[in-house]
T-cell receptor, first 119, second 114 residues
Framework: GAGVSQSPRYKVTKRGQDVALRCDPI?????LYWYRQALGQGPEFLTY????????KSGLPNDRFSAERPEGSISTLTIQRTEQRDSAMYRC?????????????????FGPGTRLTVL | AQSVTQLDSHVSVSEGTPVLLRCNYS??????LFWYVQHPNKGLQLLLK??????LVKGINGFEAEFKKSETSFHLTKPSAHMSDAAEYFC????????????FGPGTRLSVLP
């Protein structure tokens, strides 16, 4: 079946502009995660949702970053007043369940990412 | 706090020789541990997962990893490297007992020489 998709795949914007990054999780997946990956680094957790409820936003670096998942499916990560330091790959992942699972299938499946460049 | 250390930022092996990618973790709980692979310009792909069942975990593409609690290690191995294995490999520890929040290691780039 279809995996996690993200759009746009590439986004170039000027400093000070707002950007919205979209994530389409695997159909029926309960949990959705956002990560940021700087060049040469591992992904860094930003926030996650179970259904439409934002469970943890402790990884969001500041109040310019926000995320929503209003209907428990598609999610949007918004960065306001972008800065050059926001340039990174933004990755979304979804998971079938929330909570404990022993199955290798019940883990996070990652999308291809959106590469954001702020000039 | 949970953390993951990948001791080698870059590993280079010859095709057909064994692969060893090292990972050590710290966790307040009995952790869930994962290895992900990232090929250039592609998304992250799950290789294998440990969740307190068998300590030797077999994954896709001939990879396996052994959980050693006494050493807090979860090293990734493969008996014989293939050119297609060249990629970035991330060791991941779950941040809580529920396997929800991941902490990623910095990654190890594997190069496979002909």
């Amino acid at each position: 079946g279809a995996g996690v998709s993200q759009s746009p795949r590439y986004k170039v914007t000027k400093r000070g502009q707002d950007v919205a990054l979209r994530c389409d999780p695997i159909s029926g997946h309960v949990s959705l995660y956002w990560y940021r990956q700087a060049l040469g680094q591992g992904p860094e957790f930003l926030t996650y949702f179970n259904y439409e409820a934002q469970q943890d936003k402790s990884g969001l670096p500041n109040d310019r970053f926000s995320a929503e998942r209003p209907e428990g499916s598609i999610s949007t990560l918004t960065i306001q007043r972008t800065e050059q330091r926001d340039s990174a790959m933004y990755r979304c992942a979804s998971r079938r369940l929330a909570g404990v699972s022993m199955s290798i299938a019940d883990t996070q499946y990652f999308g291809p990412g959106t590469r954001l460049t702020v000039l | 706090a949970q953390s993951v250390t990948q001791l080698d930022s870059h590993v280079s092996v010859s095709e057909g020789t064994p692969v060893l990618l090292r990972c050590n973790y710290s966790s307040s709980y009995s952790p869930s541990l994962f290895w992900y692979v990232q090929h250039p310009n592609k998304g992250l792909q799950l290789l294998l997962k440990y969740t307190s069942a068998a300590t030797l975990v077999k994954g896709i593409n001939g990879f396996e990893a052994e959980f050693k609690k006494s050493e807090t290690s979860f090293h990734l191995t493969k008996p014989s490297a293939h050119m297609s294995d060249a990629a970035e490999y991330f060791c991941v520890v779950s941040l809580d007992n529920y396997g929800q929040n991941f902490v990623f290691g910095p990654g190890t780039r594997l190069s496979v020489l002909p």
